[in-house]
DNA sequence: CGGACGATCCTTTTT
DNA sequence: GGATCGTCCG
């Protein structure tokens, strides 16, 4: 431990070893502050402190494990797996299991995901005769969402009167009963949102002082990651939780506050000294990360801002490049003005792909550098959008599951009734909804109900129905005397899904038939962890997981070199050699949804530093004159925010009149912007020429390294040897398919041949 | 009852 | 451009 300390610089050190009493960290981007808490709880470690007295919650599953990994290098992975260690949402999730039976949840309770409470908000207005138009599902659940977040019920909401008059002015007066009536649907149906996770949390502490005492005195420490995207039920768990001991240590930065759509409340990192007079403050001021020039931008930046904790946050590393500002004609310009940015930056130093992230404001824009980056024959991994989890037939298989483990699941249930198809209908649904709530029980109870036949089915369907309930029954049996790999195994060869599949010959079936075998191998890989760690392996603990994943838990394959693609939400907490701000355009960034006035304003400024902030060596920003938008192109300007940005750090050669365009035009809109546009036009060609002839060249000079590369960093071919971790040896007979579908063909020793898809498929190159 | 094909609406960010 | 919803027809 002491050389560890040595590593530290003075307010790391001191924030590390002061582990008694509240303490609040300021951490600047890039200070170290992750290497603070994996040291801190190395620390505590060390001085004796046993691992599940030690409750550490992080914004994400990955940060936890990558924390759990560091930390597990210091004093041993078997110390290290038991500290209680994971997001707000996956810990308490773990707790409310346990104590299920005091808030009258089933153990077993299901999690739903945005999907399933958005149709269930649906099936709500069409029992209360509500048009979706009017009352836009998402809306509602957002209002919902915010209500539970602020730990305000059904009951108080309807006389809450600012949130009713609130929802009067949006014209959505009737949330407070869809409010009551979805609260009632989750309740009955055994499930909780992931608002629920943190709400029931706090009324079993507030309901159930025993418990709430056991977790106090189990948790003598208690740190918490990016404090200031906290919201008001994850602040009070804390501050309940921390109640006995007051050994809790936040962590965060109010610059990087960028979550309050989802609740966050940035004054919970400001009020912190009132709730603990008596805390100790640590600033890390020191970034370590980037460039001076791209401290100085960013600070430059954040300085726009009114209200935040005063820190000086430096660097002393190089000086460093200017940050670059493309200007591109169109959008699909822009795409190739940041591919071949990286084509030359990649080739001239020899850096690996894995060192440039384009981050940008909105998922929809990745398209378009998706397909620059295909045409140029560069592999990229794009983060967020639909993850392998949100396939179609991931969904469907996980709804057979969940309904094995609780049948009232009805989001579930609507799902699969008749996927595949086995003639249960609209019309046959319909009633069996309308009977369920007629009745105040689940689908499942009416079909399980001796009275269903009174309901006026014909004999066919109710037989269909029978064999339906019949079949979940059964996988439900299997769940007590069965693991989650056997119980999946069972399912996915009775429930129908696989035959489906298996008439459909097409590319896109065949895959699918892959993605469900993936799956299989992920419970598979899941079932024996759990057992390695002599933890329960059922599939209830398999669903958690796999419902708390986040989009940055996928595959890693960061041994693999590849241009990253992400939102700049998602970017938070991740570092990259060379990072490229793009769209960063009037009307996509800043969002016309935050508003344009302060608050809303402010937080997309905060964004906007985020993102600076994720580069060490250097930023490029981009910008397009036109884009597509609803599938016609409009005419853009730059970014307000660019003019954030002290001068003295940008280097706009690539760009001439950015300055003159920005002035204080913004609003007098299109006028001036197509006058901007046609004065410039000449000028405009040539600088456009120019780069598209310096591209073309760039590529004729790159493209075979890079082709290359390619094959080096896949490193397979036709020929190679490879390992699979369930297959065994193998060699590589046949590839087929186009990036990022890259399938191959491989017979192995003993396991026969098989089809693998590439980007799923853990193949280790032997030779 | 189920599949196919148009019209329509949209778009922030995510545990 | 694209996902979703409603309608129409077999």
Request: aromatic share 10%.
């Given at each position: ?8 610089n ?91 039976e ?41 209002r ?18 600012h ?44 309901d ?68 603990y ?22 600070n ?34 822009e ?24 981050l ?48 009232r ?23 069996l ?52 790999y ?58 958690e997981e ?45 969002s ?40 016609e ?33 913004r ?5 001036k ?9 000449s ?25 290359k ?59």
């Amino acid at each position: 431990m002491q050389n560890y300390l040595e590593q530290l610089n003075g307010a790391q050190r001191d924030a590390v070893i002061s582990t008694e009493g509240p303490s609040l960290v300021i951490a600047g981007a890039g200070s170290g502050k992750t290497r603070v808490l994996t040291y801190r709880i190395a620390h505590l470690l060390e001085q004796g402190v046993a691992p599940w007295n030690i409750l550490a919650l992080t914004f994400t599953n990955k940060a936890a494990r990558e924390m759990k990994d560091r930390i597990g290098g210091i004093v041993g992975k078997n110390v290290a797996g038991r500290l209680w260690m994971g997001t707000f949402h996956s810990v308490f999730a773990r707790i409310l299991r346990v104590e299920a039976e005091y808030i009258k949840f089933p153990s077993s309770f299901t999690i739903y995901d945005a999907a399933d409470s958005k149709s269930l908000i649906k099936s709500i207005l069409k029992e209360m005769q509500i048009r979706d138009k009017e009352y836009k599902p998402g809306l509602i659940l957002s209002r919902i969402s915010a209500a539970k977040n602020d730990l305000v019920l059904p009951p108080a909401y309807g006389k809450d009167q600012h949130r009713l008059m609130a929802d009067r002015a949006s014209k959505v007066a009737k949330v407070y009963e869809i409010y009551m009536r979805y609260m009632r649907s989750c309740v009955k149906a055994g499930a909780m949102d992931f608002d629920d996770l943190l709400l029931q949390t706090n009324l079993l502490f507030r309901d159930f002082p025993d418990v709430l005492a056991k977790y106090q005195q189990q948790f003598r420490y208690i740190l918490v990651d990016e404090y200031q995207d906290t919201n008001f039920s994850q602040y009070l768990i804390v501050r309940k939780l921390a109640e006995l001991n007051r050994n809790v240590c936040v962590v965060g930065d109010d610059a990087q506050s960028i979550y309050s759509f989802r609740g966050a409340k940035i004054e919970n990192i400001l009020n912190f000294r009132n709730d603990y007079p008596d805390y100790k403050l640590f600033k890390l001021e020191q970034n370590y990360r980037s460039t001076q020039n791209i401290v100085n931008a960013a600070n430059s930046i954040i300085s726009n801002n009114k209200g935040q904790i005063r820190k000086v946050v430096f660097s002393e590393n190089e000086e460093g490049e200017k940050i670059k500002v493309l200007e591109a004609y169109s959008d699909i310009e822009e795409g190739f003005l940041v591919v071949n940015d990286i084509l030359s930056r990649s080739s001239k130093d020899g850096r690996s792909l894995s060192d440039f992230a384009i981050l940008y404001r909105t998922n929809a824009q990745s398209r378009i550098f998706e397909e620059a980056l295909r045409k140029n024959n560069l592999p990229y991994r794009i983060y967020g959008g639909l993850s392998f989890y949100q396939r179609k037939e991931i969904k469907d298989l996980l709804a057979y599951l969940r309904l094995a483990v609780n049948p009232r699941d009805g989001e579930a249930l609507k799902r699969v009734i008749n996927y595949p198809a086995r003639g249960i209908g609209k019309t046959t649904l319909e009633k069996l909804e309308r009977a369920a709530a007629d009745n105040g029980i689940t689908i499942w109870e009416v079909l399980t109900n001796p009275a269903l036949p009174s309901l006026g089915f014909n004999s066919g369907t109710l037989k269909k129905l029978s064999s339906f309930t019949g079949m979940i029954s059964g996988f439900s049996r299997l769940i007590p005397v069965m693991d989650a790999y056997q119980v999946t195994t069972e399912i996915v060869s009775q429930c129908g899904i696989l035959k489906e599949l298996h008439q459909d010959k097409s590319q896109e079936g065949q895959t699918r038939v892959e993605n469900l075998d993936e799956l299989l191998n992920g419970v598979r890989d899941f079932a024996e962890e759990r057992k390695e760690m002599g933890e329960e392996s059922t599939l209830v603990h398999f669903l958690e997981e796999v419902s708390l994943l986040t989009d940055q838990d996928g595959e890693d394959e960061d041994d693999l070199s590849k241009v990253t693609l992400m939102t700049i939400h998602s970017a938070k907490g991740l570092e990259f050699g060379s990072v490229y701000v793009v769209g960063v355009e009037e009307g996509l960034f800043p969002s016309p949804m935050s508003g344009s006035s302060g608050q809303g304003l402010e937080e997309e400024r905060r964004l906007f530093y985020v993102a600076v902030t994720r580069a060490e060596k250097n930023v490029t920003i981009s910008y397009a004159r036109s884009r597509f938008k609803y599938g016609e192109h409009s005419f853009v300007t730059a970014s307000r925010f660019l003019k954030d940005i002290d001068v003295a750090y940008i280097d706009d050669s690539g760009k001439s009149n950015l300055f003159k365009g920005l002035g204080n035009s913004r609003s007098s809109g299109m006028q001036k912007r197509s006058f901007d546009f046609n004065r410039k036009s000449s000028g405009e060609k040539r600088k456009f020429e120019y780069t598209q002839r310096n591209k073309t060249s760039l590529h004729q000079v790159v493209s075979s390294d890079i082709k290359k590369g390619i094959n080096d960093v896949s490193g397979i071919s036709i020929g190679s040897k490879v390992e699979h971790e369930r297959f065994g040896l193998g060699e590589v007979v046949g590839m087929d398919g186009e990036f990022p579908n890259v399938k191959a063909k491989v017979a192995f020793e003993n396991a026969g041949t098989k089809q693998l898809l590439l980007k799923f498929a853990k193949l280790k190159i032997l030779r």
